[in-house]
């Protein structure tokens, strides 16, 4: 396979690996202020407890995927978007931060404050990842120098806030499915309730962000053109939407989670469908946009990268399914919990 | 203000404040490591204690420095978009190796290591801490490997021309090994195992002045002073050597260390102490010994060493700062070989932990080690200006061009003050941490079963009847717990009883 194409994928396997993973404690962040009472807020934390951090790590991954394989695409994304990236920063610190320090003192007022930050830090943060799909999806107004052009206003379109408002529907609907499996009790029969509800409310944007790509992105579609297997895909992403809710329904929710994550692995499959070749579209003339070959790192680097993922991916792998098989089953509070 | 200098700034504020994590954290792996390893071998529950104390703290320590260091890996594309688009395809691949081979190894076994006491067995738990350790060694590795390569460039060829250039990788290995690398390597990671060593032993001198934990702090302080020991005598050799390297492969940076400014024909002078002034190109109050510079650079007392008058005025990094904060780090460096020799000596007498005085010099000398580290990068980093890759690209050529100074600065006061609020936090948690001190977990007192049967009873009881007693239980902690169940995780009977009562 060419290189470059290689390395589009790979970053795209990061990026679904990161949406799928953190999603869901981001979505579990999300819920945070709706469970009430310090114990059930203590369960909610400790089921992500173990995880949350590793899955950050594919953020962090992807980040110097990207550095690495497509210099120019990093370089033009993270200085023209300065505002929004040092918001996300704060935003993932902040998440952090809390999760750590909520246990550390027992006053309420030093509890509500950190459930407040870590619950409104990964809404927004989520957002923030919603909103640059979108706007990476409508183009970006990026010049023949392969700077960006705009301001930041030009970043809050409706389509990228839409987009924006699907994002953290979704990473709350995968979240709620998440919670529901590690919780038991009254708690879960309240999370039951808010699977229904965010499952409708992910199903109502994900209509309305179909219909808006297909009226507002025509080169959204163009790769389906060229590649017409591509549209099982989008028949496996509408069947695994409607497992979702039978699933719930038939009290599995196992195969519901599996669902959603087949779902937002689908999503970020429609995306990078909808880019490529192009890592950054630009608005302002098609010949500007920073593709997959003139924003890339020399063959040489990226021959030497797919050697260094090849090796390090099946660790990863084995990393990632140690910590979730010793921290399998329902979420118990125990002296080494948050 | 200029953009390059607030981004300068910037970066500056941003990466001492991550730096004072990762040492901690590589030499507080390695404490752990040893005090698990002893448990695991001799089975004594106070090894055991101290390790499950380290844990804590690492995983706080770890925490920040996670925080602070994903900012360090966007604000190369956000404030320095040449740089990054200059040295991607060399740069890249060491970020992209320290993700996939460091970051995922420590993140994830950090997991097992600080939830997973009860969960797996001795064995694993220790295998996941080795983990741990290895894994925060490897993220030095490819941080200081790309770093090496910005002060001494290998390995590489430029393709394009003027604002268009770009480094590309001719030979990974060579640019991995580059001729500083190893020798930068093995030195920031004997600083960080210097820092966790004193961290530990600030701690456990605390611990015995004040007769608290005192078996435990015992066997922690010793621990730390042979760690302490042996890395500060190795950091000497390995900062000799160092040093050897960079009179050849960056004589500006030697000669701004060592504030000298005029080639002479003989041997150069080697100054203990002074205030560099480069207007006048000398140094005012200086005290020196003579040929030392020759003797130390070169091994030979006669032969001249390269100063700055070899350098175009443009080119000479600014010796002031250089000079200071290398000095610095020299200095405290000695002191901790002073410190912990001097406490070996007392130990072997076996008079050590009566030594009060020593004690609480040991109790604020952790302050040494983070201050040389400190130094030491400021004294590399300053000393490689006005490059950023050296003899390639200028720092002020490296900025990114669509950033205007007012976000930079807006962000400055934005970092500044999460950053302050972060730093009073870890004080804060690391100190009520401390107060509370590590816990024995002795077999007969069964405090680890007892509690999760607690918590798990607790638990159940709560799932029927937890939203009749929602305001009890929010209000709870304030009543009953003090500073000392802050960080524990069974609920306290105050939370537990009332529900039970309310069971049929």
């Known amino acids: 396979m060419d290189l470059n194409i290689f390395w589009f994928v790979m970053l795209g396997v990061l990026l679904t690996g990161y949406a799928i993973l953190d999603g869901f404690d981001l979505g579990v962040g999300t819920l945070h202020l709706f469970v009430k009472g310090d114990r059930e807020r203590r369960i909610v934390l400790n089921s992500i407890g173990p995880l949350w951090d590793g899955n950050e790590v594919w953020l962090v991954t992807f980040g110097g995927g990207l550095f690495a394989a497509f210099p120019h695409a990093y370089a033009t994304a993270f200085s023209g978007f300065y505002l929004p990236f040092m918001l996300l920063l704060a935003f993932l610190m902040g998440r952090a931060v809390s999760l750590e320090f909520r246990s550390k003192q027992p006053a309420p007022w030093w509890r509500a404050y950190w459930d407040f930050s870590f619950s409104a830090a990964s809404t927004l943060a989520v957002l923030l990842f919603g909103v640059a799909v979108g706007n990476a999806m409508q183009g970006l107004p990026i010049g023949a120098d392969k700077e960006y052009a705009g301001s930041v206003f030009d970043l809050l379109g409706p389509y990228p806030l839409l987009v924006g408002a699907l994002a953290v529907a979704m990473c709350t609907m995968h979240g709620s499915i998440f919670l529901y499996l590690k919780t038991e009790g009254a708690l879960q029969q309240r999370v039951h309730g808010w699977m229904w509800r965010s499952f409708f409310a992910f199903l109502a944007l994900y209509v309305a962000v179909s219909v808006a790509t297909l009226l507002l992105v025509p080169h959204a579609t163009q790769s389906f053109e060229r590649w017409p297997a591509a549209w099982i895909v989008v028949v496996l992403n509408v069947l695994a939407v409607a497992n979702i809710p039978r699933a719930i329904h038939l009290g599995r929710p196992g195969y519901a989670f599996v669902s959603s994550c087949c779902t937002v692995a689908a999503l970020n499959f429609l995306f990078g469908m909808a880019l490529f070749p192009n890592l950054l579209v630009s608005s302002l003339d098609p010949s500007f946009s920073l593709d997959i070959y003139n924003a890339a790192a020399s063959q040489k680097t990226l021959g030497i990268m797919r050697t260094i993922v090849f090796i390090g991916l099946p660790f990863v792998a084995a990393y990632t399914a140690t910590v979730y098989w010793v921290f399998r089953g329902k979420t118990k509070l125990d002296e080494t919990s948050y | 203000m200029d953009a390059v200098l607030l981004a300068r700034l910037q970066f500056a504020l941003t990466i001492m404040f991550h730096y004072l994590f990762p040492p901690l954290t590589i030499g507080l792996g390695l404490i ?7 448990f695991v071998r001799t089975g004594d529950r106070r090894y055991e204690a101290l390790a499950r104390f380290w844990t804590k703290i690492y995983a706080v320590t770890f925490a920040v420095g996670v925080a602070s260091g994903i900012v360090m890996e966007f604000e190369f594309g956000t404030n320095w978009a040449t740089y990054s688009r200059f040295v991607g395809d060399v740069f890249g691949s060491a970020l992209a190796a320290e993700g996939v081979f460091a970051f995922f190894l420590e993140s994830g076994f950090l997991a097992v290591v600080v939830f997973g006491w009860g969960r797996v067995s001795r064995r694993l738990h220790y295998f996941a801490t080795v983990m741990v350790w290895l894994g925060s060694m490897f993220s030095a590795v490819w941080i200081v490997v790309a770093n090496s390569w910005q002060q001494t460039p290998a390995g590489y060829h430029i393709v394009g021309t003027g604002a268009a250039a770009r480094a590309e990788i001719l030979d990974f290995w060579a640019m991995v090994f580059n001729p500083s690398s190893v020798d930068r390597l093995v030195h920031v990671l004997l600083g960080g195992l210097i ?20 078996e435990l702090a015992k066997r922690g302080f010793d621990i730390g002073l042979v760690v302490a020991a042996l890395c500060s005598l190795a950091i000497v ?62 091994g030979d007392p006669n032969q001249p060493v390269t100063a700055l008058d070899q350098f175009p005025p443009p080119d000479r990094p600014p010796v002031g700062l250089s000079f200071q904060s290398y000095h610095l780090m020299v200095l405290l460096g000695g002191l901790f070989i002073g410190l912990t020799l001097l406490a070996l000596l007392l130990r072997w007498r076996g008079r050590l932990y009566q030594t009060r005085w020593l004690l609480w010099a040991f109790v604020f000398a952790v302050v040494g080690p983070i201050v040389s580290n400190q130094a030491g990068w400021i004294a590399a980093e ?9 003899g390639l690209l200028r720092t002020s050529d490296a900025i990114s061009q669509t950033v205007p100074a007012e976000q930079i600065v807006g962000s400055i006061v934005m970092f500044g003050v999460i950053y302050l609020g972060l730093l009073a936090l870890w004080l804060f948690v690391l100190n009520s941490k401390i107060q509370h001190g590590p816990e024995l977990h002795t077999a007969a007192g069964g405090e680890g079963p007892a509690s999760l049967i607690g918590a798990a009873s607790a638990l159940h009881e709560a799932g029927h009847s937890l939203t009749a007693t929602d305001d009890a239980e929010t209000d709870a902690p304030e009543t009953s717990g003090g500073a000392d169940d802050a960080d524990r995780a069974p609920p306290t009977p105050s939370e537990s009883v009332p529900e039970g009562e309310d069971e049929p």
Request: contains cysteine; glycine residues 10%.
């Open chain 2, 237 to 298: 050799a390995s900062g000799h050597h160092q040093a050897q390297t960079v009179t050849v492969t960056q004589p500006a940076k030697l000669a701004a260390f060592e504030g000298h400014f005029r080639t002479l024909d003989g041997g150069a002078p080697l100054y203990l102490f002074g205030f560099p002034d480069a207007e006048a190109e000398q140094v005012e109050l200086g005290v020196a010994v003579p040929k030392a510079l020759s003797l130390l650079a070169h």
């Open chain 2, 195 to 214: 820092q966790g060593a004193f961290f530990s032993m600030s701690v456990c001198a605390w611990y015995l002045l004040k007769r608290r934990h005192v």
């Open chain 2, 382 to 390: 300053v000393g490689r200006q006005p490059w950023v890759v050296y």
């Open chain 2, 32 to 38: 752990m490591v040893l005090t698990e390893g002893r």
